[in-house]
């Protein structure tokens, strides 16, 4: 098989790119390992950057007709005291709220969204397993199909197989490991339609927890430190939900819906981020550029970003051939410096707030002078909010539309 772009990797940057490449009229095809996109919960936020990319893609009606939730106002407990992080509703943009919505909707929408371009082809349950070199270039990809092995030629090969990205390992890209002091564990809750409660973060000496309202369910993301989950796995499932259910009294009856830590999934948190995005033939973007740390919930975002500015920079050029990797690596010329700023306020909350909170002790939580200053400053919550929903240097989508798509 021979194609000018192959995209390894079906998540949210690989769906972008594709879509947005079909629409421009190259010849691509994605790769996803999977059979389909409902599998584990992989962060299901899609922020007001991405609310408007769909937006521009004139596909926002249909979006946001599926099944979500919205959030606008972040609120918390921190050490008991009442806290707001951030509010959406100062934010002057045309979405103002973060819609929950399970990921596979949002990438099953744009697989569906992208069948019209006949240039953008999806095989699924194709895994890359290797790439295809020719001298220093790289020329595609081997995968694995259930049919048996197959080689894709491609004039360009994105890698968007996320954090444990195989391509970039094969490519030898050098990964700066930065650190993150926690673990995740996330898991759903039962919620009965009477049980509503704005909290979505809560934070007590040794503890710290977050809880979305899903509609019938509640996501649940609570916070261990780094490495610890052996040791709270060893403590036994019901000690783990006692805490769960003292920090969040609201649980108490939906809690019973995890039955074992086969109910919990462990996000072994990493924020990292490749120093070189490129090689002749090869472009990294999304989580396979850069994992980023759950605070703030921009993993999604970030890797659309990526995809919107890649398509941008990259499509023209493409109908000619395989870009220079000078003129690949615009891409991380422009995208480095969101991706920095972010994780650098990632680092600042982890080590101020997340670090200080999982270190526990017998002195009560103080609340950090600037979140005290938020709270109580409506117009300061305009930043994080802002921060949070569109990010540093969100991108606008420029590539083109091929005539007819
Ligand atoms: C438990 C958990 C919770 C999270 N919560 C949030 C959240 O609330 N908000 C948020 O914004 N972010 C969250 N994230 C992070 C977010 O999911 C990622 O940042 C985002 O999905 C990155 O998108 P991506 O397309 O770069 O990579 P991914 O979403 O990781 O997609 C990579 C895709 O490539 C496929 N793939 C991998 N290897 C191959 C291969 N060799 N061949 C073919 N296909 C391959 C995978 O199956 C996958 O579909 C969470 C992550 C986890 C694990």
Redo the contacts with the bound molecule.
Sequence with gaps: MKVRCCI???????MMLGYLLGRAGIDVVV????ADFFRD?????VHPSTLQVMDELGLIDGFLKLPHQRLQKMDGLFGGTPVRIADLGRLHTKYPFIAFMP?WDFLNFLREAGRRFAQLKVMMS???VDLIRRGETVAGVRARTPDGFIDIEADLTVA????HS?VRERAGLAVEEIGAPMDVL?FRAGRRPEETESLFARIEPGKMMVTFDRGDYWQCAYVIAKGQYEAVKARGLSALLDDVVRMAPILRSGIAEVKSFDDI?L?TVAINRLTRWTQPGLLCI???AHA?S?VG?????L?VQDAVATANLLADKLEHGCPSENELDAVRRRREFPVKMTQAMQVIVQNNIIRGALQGGDQPLKVPLIVRLITALPWLQGIPARLIALGVRPEHVHSRAAPGS
């Design positions: 390894v990797g079906g998540g949210p940057a690989g790769l996803e390992k999977h919960f992989r962060g299901d936020t990921q194709t895994e890359a968007c197989d996320g954090r195989m996330w999934k996000l999304g989580d396979a980023m759950p919930g921009v993993g999604v975002n890797a």
